[in-house]
């Protein structure tokens, strides 16, 4: 009997969702274009520049957030091998 191997990663690894990078994308070059436009001076830019600063940092915490791994104990046992392979060799004389 031959048993089916599915394949592993040694290292989990999440990446911050593409959605994330470009919201944090868009929200950066709006700002670069409230910080260069004319009413930049005015109270109105004023705030609206400091509203795009608080949500370019709400995204990053959120990317950095989802890049962290959930805690030391999951990721130890992440990378414990899987019981159920043996070490990727299938037994052909069973």
């Excluded at 969702?17 to 274009?33: D, I, V």
Aim: aromatic share 2%; net charge positive; charged share 20%.
């Amino acid at each position: 009997m031959v048993a089916a191997i599915r394949s592993s990663s040694s290292a989990p690894t999440t990446p911050a969702p593409t959605g994330l990078k470009a919201e944090l994308a868009k929200a950066r070059k709006e700002y670069s274009a409230c910080i260069n436009c004319a009413s930049a001076n005015t109270d109105a830019g004023r705030r609206n520049i400091q509203q795009l600063d608080v949500k370019i940092q709400q995204i990053q915490a959120r990317i950095d957030a989802s890049a962290a791994p959930a805690s030391p104990a999951t990721a130890a046992a992440a990378s414990l091998p899987d019981p159920g392979v043996a070490a990727g060799r299938i037994d052909v004389y069973a």
